[in-house]
């Protein structure tokens, strides 16, 4: 499978994890069975998906779990950034074993503000360990997380060395712009917008897909979206699109991704927990959350 074939909606999977912090592998497989009729593929095992809160164990563990239960119905790009290039090769090559679609990964982070050779070191590293015509490897570009900017010269750099994807996360229109001329040279190269908040501009702009928080406790919205999009319905993709952003608001009322965790707990899907530090919301957040989404007939 090519990059250029990673396309719609790919929620970032959320984890799942028992109040005690182990992996609670039902939780995993109930949200995927819930998400899955809707969605085009997942991105699991990032920010959403709890993963730098794991060992590499766990990483691989609920890996593993993912891929069994979505038995190649949807393609899965398996996050796999992590602190240092020996845990992420590690990490790609333990994926591309598994028989995950392709891998992802964020700038290394806890080294904030690399110079540009280390961060092309360290995603040719990436490259090198596992890319194919039919292995794709995408950057994650979220500096916030990461304090690593991917630069359009960097991912230029990149897409030449190889890299056929990129997840951006900047919430940046012109910055978007900057890296689609960037990777204009390879058609194949697909450019992914990280949140759901700009969906239509991000499309607009060239996005082949978006990886969607909100995917994860309204599938079928975000297919919706993609569907009226598709078909040219911008008048009510735009009231979509703006359904969406009220809900991506709500789920900012508490930590984002334990007040996810209680709305699929509301829509009668036993996901689970957070992992510490990522505690449940406290009851009046769970009220106020419960109160706004049904003034949206939700």
């Not at 009220?287 to 706004?292: C, I, L, M, S, T």
């Amino acid at each position: 499978m090519k990059a250029k074939e990673y396309i719609g909606v790919i929620p970032p999977l959320l984890s799942s994890f028992t109040k005690d912090g182990e992996i609670n592998e039902k939780g995993i497989k109930e949200i995927i069975r819930f998400t899955l009729p809707h969605v085009n593929g997942y991105y699991p095992i990032g920010t959403y998906g709890c993963g730098p809160m794991m060992s590499i164990s766990e990483r691989r563990k609920v890996l593993e779990i993912i891929l069994d239960e979505v038995n190649g119905k949807v393609p899965i790009v398996a996050h796999v950034g992590a602190a240092s290039t020996k845990q992420t090769v590690e990490l790609a090559k333990h994926a591309k074993s598994a028989g995950a679609s392709g891998v992802g990964a964020i700038s290394p982070y806890y080294s904030p503000n690399l110079p540009e050779e280390s961060m092309f070191y360290h995603f040719a590293s990436l490259i090198d360990a596992v890319n194919e015509e039919e292995f794709p490897v995408f950057v994650y570009n979220n500096i916030n997380y990461s304090q690593n900017k991917i630069t359009p010269g960097l991912l230029k750099r990149l897409a030449d060395h190889g890299l056929r994807g990129c997840k951006d996360s900047s919430f940046d229109l012109v910055n978007f712009y900057l890296f689609k001329d960037a990777v204009s040279d390879y058609p194949d190269f697909n450019l992914i917008v990280g949140t759901e908040a700009i969906f239509i501009a991000a499309f607009d702009a060239g996005a082949t897909g978006t990886v969607c928080g909100i995917g994860n406790i309204y599938p079928e919205i975000l297919k919706k979206l993609y569907t009226q999009y598709s078909a040219g319905d911008r008048g009510n993709a735009f009231q979509t699109q703006n359904l969406i952003l009220k809900i991506r608001l709500i789920t900012k009322y508490g930590s984002t991704v334990p007040t996810i965790h209680y709305i699929l707990k509301t829509r009668g899907i036993n996901a689970g927990y957070s992992r510490s530090p990522l505690i449940d919301i406290d009851k009046t957040v769970k009220q106020r959350v419960k109160k706004a989404l049904a003034e949206l007939g939700l």
